[in-house]
């Protein structure tokens, strides 16, 4: 499982930022979760979003909800976070990670995953 996530950059507060995470390796599972997170200087990573492969149920965060949106495209093996009315909170490095333990599961706890990319860095600048 190779994940590799892209997107990230400088933006103002109030603009707008997709992220991709990208699967590479062509693994194949009836069922699995992505789940992105978001770490802060100085502080741990934070789950943000999280969506299951075969349904495509989400959870986000209270932070982010109604202004991040997590979607997937099967096809191309790649999760998106599109995020709008970014704010300096959301500054930090954004990570996508992989579970196919807990098929059918939303999770947001960093613990519930074993697989993650190299993560993206977002800065939001006043």
């Known amino acids: 499982i190779q994940l590799v996530e892209s997107g990230g950059g400088v933006v103002q507060t109030g603009g707008s930022l997709r992220l991709s995470c990208a699967e590479l390796?062509?693994?194949?599972?009836?069922?699995?979760?992505i789940g992105w997170f978001r770490q802060a200087p100085g502080k741990g990573r934070q789950g943000i979003a999280s969506?299951?492969?075969?349904?495509?149920?989400?959870w986000y965060a209270d932070s982010v909800k109604g202004r991040f949106t997590i979607s997937s495209d099967n096809a191309k093996s790649t999760v998106y976070l599109q995020m709008n009315s970014l704010n300096s909170e959301d500054t930090g490095y954004y990570f996508c990670?992989?579970?196919?333990?807990?098929?059918?599961?939303?999770?947001?706890?960093?613990?519930?995953?074993?697989?993650w990319g190299r993560g993206t860095q977002v800065t939001v600048s006043s």
């Open positions: 969506i299951t492969h075969k349904d495509g149920k989400t």
């Open positions: 990670a992989l579970d196919y333990t807990n098929p059918g599961q939303l999770l947001w706890l960093d613990y519930h995953y074993d697989h």
């Open positions: 390796s062509g693994f194949s599972f009836d069922d699995y979760t």
